[in-house]
Each structure stands twice: as structure tokens, then as C-alpha cells.
């Protein structure tokens, strides 16, 4: 299976609040996401392994093993596709958002609504810790931002129709929902790149880069203070 068989296939986060949560938005912590490379792989792989059974469904559109898991992780391409991670305080990845380019004849769905040459499909799975707190739509919105930002005018979706979370997403968003056999695609226009979504996206992954650089010292701190004789580490 390859990074484009697999990546789409919706989404993991699937409690009763999820993006939607009545949760007032001043209680959540803020959300920092940050683009990743392949030097993320064991991370996402980690990730991907913590889903359960039914999460894998909504996130791929079948219940992959762990060696297709593993595939999927291994055949992710970071020079076409961009892929968005969301880390606790412990550098463990809270969610993950895949979003991968493709031609516009490979969509038929979609490739009427677009004159350009590529379409995104995005994809996005929550571990269940974090589900409820906005991450899943915080990555999406991060997504589209890119699209903007290299041309991209379309935004697509797939999953399954019972992925209530991913259909709020899709709603919150504007996006036009066809739903089919128990799936469902979903596609959003987004408007052409400006200097304020240059200046939005450059300033959001600033931040995810200080963030990420302060938990990574933070976690080196507290393991060579965990090594000094008589101090427990946590």
C-alpha cells in the first residue's frame, strides 16, 4: 500500500464532542501545529500503532495491521506530500494530518470544480487523549492555508459516511458534502494566497518550531537531571 492508497481515508477522532465539542474555546490549550519531515517517522508510526482497530477504519477506510501500518508510515513521500503533527509535552504525537497532492483527472469528484493541474486530499487521525480539545480542525485549517499558499484551490476529503466527526469538519468548514455507498466526499474552494496567508502560515509554523524546541530542551533537561544521583525522573 502506498502513501496515496492509504492517506485519505478520514478520520480517528471520533468521540461524541470531537471538533465540535461544547468545550468553550478559552478553556483549551492552545494548539500549535507544526509540519513534519522524515525524521518523524517513529513518532508517526507510534502514532498510528496507538489507534484502535475501529479508529484505523475511519482513518483509512479499513482496519490496516500493523505491517500495513508500518508500510503506510514508510511510503509516505515528505517531497511531494505534507504532512502536520500536532506534540504534547512529551514529544508524543496528539494528531496528524496528512495532506497529499495529486493530480485533478486522479479525483473525478472534484476535477470539474478546478482548473488547476493538482487537487489536495487531506486526511487526519487524534489520539484519544486529545480528542475534544480542537485538534482535529486546527490541523485542517493549517492544511488549508497550504493549499492556498502553493496554488492549490481545492481541498478534498474522504471518508466514511459515518465518521460523524470528520462530517462536522467538513460542515464547520463549507465544504460540499456527496455522499455514496456509505462513504462520502467532500471538497472545499479556498481562495487564491495573499500576503496575509503568507504572513499566517510563516507565523504559525514559527511558533510550532519555538514550541517544539522548548519541549525538546525541556525533555534533555529533565533526562540529564533524571541521570544526577538521588533524583527520580518522572
Not at 74 to 82: E, G, H, L, Q
Request: glycine fraction near 8%; include cysteine; charged fraction near 25%.
Amino acid at each position: 500500500m502506498t502513501a496515496t492508497e492509504a492517506k485519505g481515508r478520514g478520520n480517528s477522532e471520533t468521540t461524541a464532542g470531537g471538533a465540535g465539542s461544547g468545550q468553550s474555546k478559552t478553556s483549551r490549550p492552545i494548539i500549535f501545529v507544526k509540519e513534519l519531515s522524515r525524521r518523524a517517522r517513529k513518532r508517526l508510526l507510534r502514532h498510528f500503532l496507538a489507534l484502535t482497530s475501529g479508529d484505523r477504519l475511519l482513518r483509512f477506510g479499513s482496519a490496516l495491521s500493523d505491517d500495513l501500518v508500518s508500510r503506510y508510515v514508510d511510503n509516505i513521500d515528505f517531497s511531494r506530500d505534507t504532512v502536520f503533527g500536532v506534540y504534547d509535552r512529551k514529544l508524543r504525537l496528539l494528531g496528524v494530518g496528512h495532506l497529499a497532492f495529486a493530480p485533478r483527472e486522479t479525483r473525478p469528484s472534484v476535477s470539474a470544480s478546478t482548473s488547476k493541474e493538482r487537487v489536495a486530499e487531506f486526511g487526519v487521525s487524534v489520539a484519544a487523549s486529545a480528542r475534544g480539545m480542537g485538534v482535529g480542525s486546527r490541523l485542517f485549517e493549517r492544511a488549508a492555508i497550504r493549499c492556498r499558499n502553493v496554488d492549490i484551490d481545492t481541498l478534498y476529503m474522504h471518508c466514511l459516511s459515518s465518521n460523524k466527526v470528520m462530517m462536522h469538519i467538513a460542515k464547520k468548514a463549507g465544504m460540499a458534502i456527496h455522499r455514496d455507498y456509505g462513504e462520502a466526499d467532500a471538497y472545499l474552494k479556498l481562495p487564491p494566497a495573499n500576503p496575509a496567508s503568507m504572513l499566517q502560515e510563516a507565523v504559525q509554523e514559527q511558533a510550532a518550531m519555538l514550541d517544539y524546541t522548548f519541549k525538546a530542551n525541556l525533555r534533555a533537561a529533565l533526562k540529564w537531571l533524571g541521570n544526577l544521583p538521588g533524583i527520580k525522573r518522572d
